[in-house]
């Protein structure tokens, strides 16, 4: 069976990009793969949270997974840092990534545009503690979304480099999946880009009714089609972009259609689009308040999930310690 691995940074509530691009991909894959999903709360060290919302972003997301219906029973559902094979592997592929390479990362030059107080060097290699992450489940897809396709590229990249260089086999090279189509991004409601965590512009899935509808309705449009078959403006273009996500084909029919003969009233596509999203966004909500105060439930996903990773994570780092020839002086009692 092909094994599979994905994971999100624990920095806030989930939003539709996270959802729409990830999320949803993980939940219908565990049927029919080996899964492993985690949560990236190292990475997310990176932009230096607080420690007070370190651990709480942990639970979010974890209560946020669930919610959503990963099924520990198919799945294991871990915390990155509780692996600590996965650090261990990070070094050792540190060796073999080069500086060059990481700071032409599209991710890397946007942080250091973003931030430019604190470039540090985990930013750097944020790209090799990921490949550290599929690679040491051996993983074969990575469900994520389109803003991750050049770091799946470094995973490979680097598995390529270390059987080469090692002349071992002990990596395949992990593709990145979507269900059936191309990766996917989904913009924000400000009228370009994408919908991210810190740009301000997302739906959660914890947003309630009105927040939704409030968000929505503020979403950037244009002056409206003046002539039929006229073009769409990017912020509109966006807001049939979720439409497409989240309604079904009719609904997208109708509006394209109103669009192209110019009837359109950008009021009632939002007040359908809020409609849709909040059909699919309030059944999660309502389950991520019970999951998120059920600690016992939580312990139990994670004590669960953290063995089974760690017993994938320790098969690959034996063969990877192997290959290096890499091995502790100290002898252990059955040398
Ligand atoms: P993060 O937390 O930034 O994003 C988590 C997932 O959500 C997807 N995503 C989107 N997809 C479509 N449209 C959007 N607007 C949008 N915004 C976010 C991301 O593509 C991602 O799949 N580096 C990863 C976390 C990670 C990881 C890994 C993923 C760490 N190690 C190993 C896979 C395998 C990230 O960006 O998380």
Do not use: W
């Not at 897809?141 to 080469?164: C, I, S, Y």
């Not at 309030?282 to 939580?298: N, Q, S, T, V």
Request: proline share 4%; charged share 25%; aromatic share 8%.
């Amino acid at each position: 069976m092909e094994i599979v691995l994905s994971g999100i940074r624990s920095t806030g509530h989930l939003h539709l990009g996270n959802y729409y691009g990830a999320l949803r991909n993980y939940i219908k894959m565990q049927d029919k793969y080996n899964c492993y999903f985690f949560i990236a709360d190292l990475h997310s060290l990176t932009t230096h949270p607080h420690p007070d919302d370190f651990h709480a972003g942990v639970r979010t997301i974890l209560a946020e997974y669930l919610a959503s219906g990963l099924d520990p029973e198919k799945s294991a559902i871990f915390v990155q840092s509780d692996v600590p094979e996965i650090t261990e592997l990070y070094v050792l592929l540190n060796m073999i990534a080069y500086k060059g390479e990481l700071e032409r990362t599209t991710s890397f030059k946007d942080k250091v545009r973003q931030n430019p107080e604190n470039v540090n060097a985990g930013l750097l290699t944020y790209p090799v503690l990921m490949a550290a992450d599929i690679l040491i489940h051996r993983a074969n897809l990575v469900p994520v979304g389109k803003d991750q396709e050049q770091h799946l590229e470094v995973a490979r990249l680097l598995a390529r480099r270390f059987n080469t260089l090692y002349n071992a086999e002990v990596f395949p090279e992990p593709q990145a999946f979507n269900f059936g189509s191309d990766l996917i991004k989904v913009p924000g409601l400000d009228g370009s880009g994408k919908m991210g965590k810190s740009e301000g512009n997302g739906v959660y899935l914890f947003d309630d009714e009105k927040t939704i509808r409030k968000k929505v309705m503020k979403a950037v449009t244009d002056s409206g089609p003046t002539e039929p078959g006229s073009p769409m403006s990017e912020s509109v273009q966006n807001l049939f972009t979720l439409l497409k996500i989240v309604s079904d084909t009719a609904t997208v029919d109708h509006f394209t259609k109103s669009y192209n003969d110019c009837s359109i009233r950008y009021g009632d596509l939002k007040k359908q689009l809020a409609e849709d999203i909040c059909k699919q966004t309030l059944p999660i909500k309502a389950r991520i308040e019970e999951i998120y105060k059920d600690e016992a439930y939580l312990q139990t996903v994670v004590k669960r999930g953290t063995e089974m990773a760690r017993e994938s994570a320790q098969a690959t780092m034996k063969e990877v310690k192997k290959a290096v020839g890499f091995k502790s002086f100290l002898k252990s009692d059955d040398q």
